[in-house]
């Protein structure tokens, strides 16, 4: 037994739009961290943020992926989407839609119909996950996790609760096929209870608090829109909430591969963005 240490702690600082649809905080990306992060690529937390009724539909309008895996998560409000692979639904509260780009997909991502008439307010993740270079091209695919097939594995009485959408936690799968092995855990814990969560030695850990507060190792505290990112070795951390607390814990065994990336591609060797560009344009996605 040996604990992960913290390598960083990332504060939110500037929020952007993506479309008009969401206020987002980039909380990682490649561009900066590069494979510290693999084989996560980029975090953008939305909201909590409130939205005046409307007529008009807002989010972002058609636009291309290659190279990789695009997690949606939806806390509050109601995202639809749909992909010129035939694929369209919405999803909600609790809700988790797991789409693998691939060689390509073109899709939108908007607020939901019933969303945008009677207004609300909007909380939502979207994590995108690296393939592996031999899995870029492969055919995209599309996982519309509901918040009812995701395992829920109770903590100490009722003091807190596990969802398990990828990976496994003491035993309990969660359902999100992954190309990697990939631990993503979404948990509340009540103000007060510990827990030490055994995770494995030499994969990137990184913990978001979406609300609440954490002592992390006895010694540092995080809260609401921060992260830690652990080193690899090791393979426990110990957290204590100090308020009542919500957050995801996103795990997974490195890529060790170059990234290179542009925009919405992001493959291995710059002649591959290129490549994607030309494609795109022409009409091949
Ligand atoms: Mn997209």
New binding site residues.
Partial sequence: MKIKQIAEIIRATSLHWVGDGFPVNTLFSYQTQGNDISPFLLLDYAGPALFEPSDRPRG?GQ???RGFE?VTIVYQGEVEHKDNAGNAGKIGPGDVQW?T?ARG?L???MHGRDFTKNGGTLEMI?LWVNLPAKDKMTAPHYQAILSKDIPVVKLYDDGGIIRIIAGEYAGTKGPALTFTPINLWDLRIDAGRKIDLHLPDSFTTILLILQGSLRINGTEMIKGKELARFEREGDFISLEATGNTHFLVLNGQPIDEPIVGQG?FVMNMPGEIEQAMADYRAGRF
């Fill in positions: 972002v636009h291309p992926h695009t789409m780009a997909i899709h939108e991502e979207q919405p």
